[in-house]
């Protein structure tokens, strides 16, 4: 996979465009040269890019969750509609005012798409382990369908359906593993 150079010192491949061709979308980051591979070749346990990017576990994570920003929208819109305090009820104390103490939905959304297991993600944060232990309660209340642990959080019966959502999303690529 040979890249060309542009007049201006940038990449291009095979002299033609600047980026990935579309049956070759994905670009090794830490190329010297522009080097794509095809989608099929992410995380399939053999290493195409020079430095194994595309096998790197926080990647291959990310790529079975739903995507960052859509993440970070859902959560932006659960804050909206319930309040700046609401995701406390889920990760901690630490979560208050719009998730300011854990670095922000942004922040957030990032470590819960790389983050492979539920104690990942609070390292990721810094969490306490109070706090990761409340997340997992309220992961498995979800899970087994316990409203009422739910509703003692101050989960109402409107916004259960909300969390499930989302927390469903999560379980099914072994964050609780």
Same mark, same amino acid.
């Not at 465009?17 to 040269?33: L, M, V």
């Not at 859509?70 to 889920?90: D, I, R, V």
């Not at 316990?146 to 003692?152: I, Q, R, T, V, Y």
């Given at each position: 996979?040979?890249?060309?150079?542009?007049?201006?010192?940038?990449?291009?491949?095979?002299?033609?465009?600047?980026?990935?061709?579309?049956?070759?979308?994905?670009?090794?980051?830490?190329?010297?040269?522009?080097?794509?591979?095809?989608?099929?070749?992410?995380?399939?346990?053999?290493?195409?890019?020079?430095?194994?990017?595309?096998?790197?576990?926080?990647?291959?994570?990310?790529?079975?969750?739903?995507?960052?920003?859509?993440?970070?929208?859902? +959560?932006? *819109? !659960?804050?909206?509609?319930?309040?700046?305090?609401?995701?406390? &009820?889920? @990760?901690?104390? #630490?979560?208050? /005012?719009?998730?300011?103490?854990?670095?922000?939905?942004?922040?957030?959304?990032?470590?819960?798409?790389?983050?492979?297991?539920?104690?990942?993600?609070?390292?990721?944060?810094?969490?306490?382990?109070?706090?990761?232990?409340?997340?997992?309660?309220?992961?498995?209340?979800?899970?087994?369908?316990?409203?009422?642990? +739910?509703? *003692? !959080?101050?989960?109402?019966?409107?916004?259960?359906?909300?969390? &499930?959502? @989302?927390?469903? #999303?999560?379980? /099914?690529?072994?964050?609780?593993?």
């Amino acid at each position: 996979m040979e890249a060309g150079s542009s007049s201006n010192g940038s990449l291009n491949f095979a002299g033609k465009s600047r980026g990935c061709p579309r049956f070759r979308p994905f670009k090794c980051p830490s190329s010297e040269k522009l080097m794509c591979i095809a989608i099929q070749y992410l995380c399939d346990g053999a290493p195409d890019c020079p430095d194994a990017y595309d096998e790197d576990p926080k990647l291959c994570t990310a790529a079975r969750r739903p995507p960052v920003e859509a993440t970070a929208s859902f +959560l932006q *819109s !659960l804050l909206a509609s319930h309040g700046p305090n609401y995701l406390e &009820k889920l @990760f901690g104390k #630490k979560a208050r /005012n719009a998730l300011g103490p854990l670095g922000g939905v942004e922040k957030v959304a990032i470590a819960l798409s790389e983050s492979q297991t539920i104690d990942d993600f609070g390292t990721a944060l810094n969490l306490m382990r109070s706090d990761i232990d409340h997340l997992r309660s309220v992961f498995l209340a979800v899970e087994h369908g316990d409203l009422g642990h +739910l509703k *003692s !959080l101050g989960i109402k019966d409107s916004e259960i359906a909300d969390v &499930k959502f @989302f927390l469903d #999303k999560l379980v /099914n690529t072994g964050f609780l593993d």
